[in-house]
C-alpha cells in the first residue's frame, strides 16, 4: 500500500490518503478514523450495486445507513442534497457519525457536501472510485453542488479524515473515464513534476493495461502535486490556479459544444494542447516541449484537436466562453501556461483579439 501524508496549515486537520488493491475489503484501513458507531454511506446507482454490500461487510460492526444517488452531473444538485440530509436526520444520524463517500466526484463532492452541513459538520471518509476522483477530486477539501446558474456554485471546503483509494474498483470503470482522468494527471505532470512526465511516457504501455503496480505509482504521484499546492494555498488565493493549466480552454469547450458531449477530462486534453501551444506563440514555451505534450496526451489516446472529433465550432465563439468562464467578457483574459514541462506561470492581461487569432489558427 502507498500512503501519502497530506499537512494542512491548520494541522487539526492532516490526513493519509491510502493507495491500494482491495483496500475497501479491510476494515482496519477505516477503523482508526471512524468515531462514532453510526456510518452513512453515499453511493450512487451505478456504483451502490458493484461495492456497496463489500463496504457493508467490511464494515458490519458499527450501524450502517446509505443513499442510493442517480448517476450523473444533473444530480450532484440541492434537491439532491435535501434528499440526503432528510435521510439522514429520518437515519436519526447523530454527530459523531462518519459519512462515506463511495464513488466518483459527483458522489465524492456532494458526499463531502452533506457531511460539511450535518449538524454543522460530520465526520467525511472519501472512497473515490474513478481516476479522476482519486487525482483530483479527493484531494482539497473541496465539497459542493451544482446551481442552475452555475457548477459548483455552492459548497464548502471540508477535509475528510481519510482518503481510502481502491484501486481494484478501477477494473469496472469505463476505459473512456478511466483515460480522461489520465488527462488530469498529465496536467499535473505539466504543472510541477517534469519527472512525472516522462515516467508516464515510458510507462505509458503499463498504464494503459491497468498494472497495479503502475497505478499506484502513478495515484501517489499525482496526488502528491496536488497535496503540495493545496497546501500552500489552502482556500484558493495563489498557485492553487495552476490547476486551472487547461481548464480555460477545456470549459470554454464544454461550453459551447454542450456539457457532456466531451468528457471533462476529454476537454481538458484539448486545452492543455491549446495552452501548450498559445505558450508556444508567446515565446514562453519550446516547441519540440509542445510536441511532447501532445504526443503523450495521444498516447493515452485523449483528443488533442477538436476537428479530429468532428467537432465545428468557432474561435468567436470559443473566446466569448472563455471570457464569460472568468466573467470578464471584454476585458483581458487571465491563463495559466507552461513556461517548460514541469512549470507553469500565470499570465494576466491576455487580449481576447490575440487568442482569438490563435485559436483561429488552432482550428485550420
Ligand atoms: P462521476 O462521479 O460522474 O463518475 C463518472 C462515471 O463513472 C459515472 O457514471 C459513475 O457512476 C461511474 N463510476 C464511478 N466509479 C465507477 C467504477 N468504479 N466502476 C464503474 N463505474 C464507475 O465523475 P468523475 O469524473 O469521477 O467526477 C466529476 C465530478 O468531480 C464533477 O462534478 C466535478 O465538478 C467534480 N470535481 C471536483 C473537484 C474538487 O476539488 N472537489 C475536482 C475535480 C472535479
Ligand atoms: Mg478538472
Given at each position: 500500500m502507498n500512503i501519502l501524508d497530506l499537512q494542512l496549515?491548520?494541522?487539526?486537520?492532516d490526513y493519509q490518503i491510502l493507495i491500494g488493491?482491495?483496500?475497501?475489503?479491510?476494515?482496519n484501513n477505516f477503523l482508526p478514523v471512524i468515531k462514532g458507531q453510526q456510518v452513512f454511506i453515499v453511493s450512487n446507482e451505478t456504483v451502490a450495486p458493484i461495492y456497496l454490500e463489500h463496504l457493508k461487510k467490511t464494515l458490519s460492526q458499527f450501524e450502517i445507513h446509505s443513499y442510493i444517488l442517480k448517476d450523473?452531473?444533473?444530480?450532484?444538485s440541492l434537491s439532491s442534497l435535501e434528499d440526503i440530509l432528510d435521510s439522514m436526520l429520518n437515519s436519526g444520524l447523530r454527530r459523531n457519525a462518519t459519512l462515506i463517500a463511495l464513488g466518483g466526484g459527483v458522489v465524492g463532492d456532494i458526499g463531502g457536501f452533506a457531511a460539511a452541513i450535518y449538524q454543522r459538520g460530520i465526520n467525511f471518509i472519501q472512497v473515490p472510485t474513478t481516476v479522476l476522483s482519486q487525482v483530483?477530486?479527493?484531494?482539497?477539501g473541496k465539497t459542493a453542488v451544482n446551481h442552475p446558474l452555475g457548477k459548483n456554485m455552492i459548497g464548502a471546503f471540508h477535509q475528510p479524515v481519510r482518503v481510502i483509494t481502491?484501486?481494484?474498483?478501477?477494473?469496472?470503470?469505463s476505459n473512456r473515464e478511466f483515460l480522461a482522468g489520465i488527462a488530469e494527471i498529465i496536467k499535473a505532470a505539466i504543472i510541477a513534476d517534469r519527472q512525472l512526465f516522462y515516467w508516464l511516457e515510458n510507462n505509458s504501455e503499463s498504464i494503459l493495461a491497468q498494472e497495479i503496480e503502475t497505478l499506484s505509482t502513478m495515484i501517489h504521484a499525482s496526488c502528491s502535486i496536488k497535496a503540495k499546492i493545496v497546501c500552500l494555498d489552502e482556500k484558493e488565493?495563489?498557485?492553487?490556479?495552476?490547476?486551472n493549466l487547461g481548464h480555460t480552454f477545456g470549459h470554454a469547450i464544454e461550453r459551447v459544444l454542450g456539457?457532456?458531449?466531451?468528457?471533462h477530462g476529454e476537454a481538458v486534453a484539448i486545452g492543455i494542447v491549446m495552452a501548450t501551444e498559445y505558450s508556444v506563440r508567446l515565446g514562453l514555451l519550446s516547441s519540440s516541449e509542445s510536441e511532447a505534450v501532445r504526443r503523450l496526451i495521444q498516447r493515452f489516446g485523449?483528443?488533442?484537436?477538436?476537428d479530429s472529433m468532428n467537432f465545428r465550432v468557432s474561435a468567436s465563439d470559443l473566446v466569448s466562453a472563455m471570457a464569460l468562464d472568468k466573467k470578464n467578457v471584454d476585458a483581458d483574459l487571465t491563463l495559466i501556461l507552461?513556461?517548460?514541462?514541469g512549470k507553469v506561470t500565470i499570465r494576466n492581461n491576455i487580449k481576447t483579439q490575440d487568442v482569438e487569432q490563435f485559436i483561429e489558427q488552432f482550428l485550420e
Open positions: 496549515p491548520n494541522k487539526s486537520s488493491n482491495g483496500l475497501l475489503l479491510d476494515v450523473g452531473e444533473k444530480y450532484k483530483d477530486s479527493s484531494v482539497g481502491d484501486l481494484y474498483t478501477l477494473k469496472t470503470l488565493q495563489g498557485v492553487r490556479a495552476w490547476l456539457f457532456g458531449e466531451l468528457l485523449l483528443p488533442t484537436t477538436l507552461p513556461k517548460a514541462i
